[in-house]
């Protein structure tokens, strides 16, 4: 069993001081590493989808607040408005809002439909001091997020589309989903009272979980404010679940913004919102990774990926010569020279990089690297450009294995 916390702080992936507040960790290069290559991920997975990314202010009026319903159903996990110019501004706590108003920007014909908006945007949650921990419960998020404003009739393929998302994204990221969960409203005043928008939702998005061939539960009392959604729930080591993706069809909103597209008939419809979010926060996302993995990752989310080991000071020059191709290629490569003490203690000491690359006397006067997995298979000394073009091809797909069977030698 393995908690993020303490492995984050062994690992140098990130920390907290109270100077700058509970709930509001800061990352530490090999974290924003991590956190990086995530975005990157997703954002490329989204522009390959059709998705068109913007960026939104994290500061909104309370009347935006307002007119969305989060105010009047969600105010509590709020902060306090500021006073600003005669006016109140909030931090968010949802992107969109933002991404309504900016679909209303403009007129939208059919033709335009579906439209994917995507954004990578900070939002914030005032949760209580006795939740926090770690990066599973923060104040400060950064959510990948996107909303899709559709025909009634692209809903459910929008919807199905994005769950298929979320599926490549965990073989990728190496993880699978504990359960899928559709999530309905429960007893109390928290939710919207539209009867019939609730049940077009529930029925579209248990549709899109028939057609998925996915099994699910019903989750009463985990529905947003505003409708139904699909949770993809995921479990750490002791068995303790989280949200960590989530899909959404909604009715509310584009009625409360009054959004709407100019139809075939050349007259005004209202399009259909869907939310949608493959990873859901960042830092929830790297907290499950750092659990699942031990910290261990897949090599094309490591922070290193390659460490390079010189046997003697006599082969230092080869070594460099490897880090400074590995620089051209892409890779994230560290020498560890002899300085750092024996071969096999710098082997112990980085076994969680997934590639290690001896270099001895033969190796260096060849031009070669002897690569030895994080699992401990060793692979026959070889070209060092062709070793490291084949690492360089599996980080490019976000393959989660290190090497193709079959390739692995003894030496």
């Known amino acids: 069993m393995y908690d993020h916390r303490r492995l984050g702080r062994e690992l140098g992936l990130f920390g907290s001081d109270p100077l700058i507040g509970s709930g509001l960790p800061y990352w530490l290069p090999d974290g924003a590493t991590v956190r990086h290559t995530l975005e990157e991920y997703v ?7 059709g998705y068109q990314h913007v960026y939104s202010p994290v500061l909104g009026k309370r009347e935006l607040y307002e007119l969305s319903g989060h105010w009047s159903h969600y105010n509590e996990d709020m902060f306090p408005p500021m006073d600003l110019g005669g006016e109140q501004v909030v931090l968010r706590p949802s992107l969109c809002p933002h991404h309504a108003v900016i679909y209303r ?3 939208h014909s059919y033709r335009e439909l579906p439209l994917r908006m995507a954004e990578l945007g900070g939002m914030y949650r005032a949760e209580l001091s006795g939740v926090l921990g770690g990066l599973s419960r923060v104040r400060a998020i950064q959510l990948n997020d996107a909303h899709i404003f559709c025909t009634l009739d692209q809903a459910a393929d929008e919807a199905q589309a994005a769950l298929g998302m979320i599926r490549r994204a965990y073989e990728a990221l190496g993880i699978r989903p504990s359960r899928y969960r559709l999530s309905l409203p429960g007893p109390g005043g928290k939710y919207v009272a539209a009867p019939e928008m609730w049940e077009r939702s529930t029925t579209l998005l248990a549709e899109v979980l028939d057609r998925s061939g996915l099994p699910y539960e019903e989750g009463e009392g985990e529905a947003a ?3 139904p959604k699909i949770d993809v729930q995921v479990a750490d080591s002791a068995g303790r679940e989280s949200t960590l993706s989530t899909v959404q069809i909604d009715f509310h909103q584009p009625e409360r913004f009054d959004l709407h597209y100019i139809g075939p008939d050349g007259a005004r419809h209202r399009p259909v919102m869907v939310h949608r979010s493959v990873i859901g926060s960042v830092e929830r996302a790297v907290a499950h990774l750092i659990e699942e993995h031990g910290g261990a990752f897949p090599a094309w989310f490591a922070p290193t990926q390659l460490v390079i080991l010189p046997i003697s000071d006599s082969e230092v020059a080869a070594a460099e010569a490897v880090a400074e191709r590995c620089a051209r290629l892409g890779l994230r490569a560290r020498l560890a020279g002899p300085e750092r003490g024996s071969l096999g203690a710098r082997i112990r000491e980085d076994r969680r990089v997934p590639y290690q690359a001896v270099i001895g006397a033969k190796e260096a006067a060849d031009g070669h690297v002897a690569l030895r997995l994080r699992d401990g298979r060793r692979l026959d000394p070889r070209p ?11 980080v ?8 193709e069977c079959g ?3 003894i030496w």
Do not use: M, N
């Open 396 to 403: 490019g797909a976000h393959r989660t294995e290190l090497w």
């Open 225 to 227: 404010f505003y409708g």
């Open 384 to 394: 060092a450009d062709a070793a490291l073009r084949r690492i360089g091809a599996l």
């Open 105 to 107: 920007s403009r007129a």
């Open 407 to 409: 390739e692995v030698g």
């Open 43 to 49: 954002r490329d997975a989204e522009r390959r989808a």
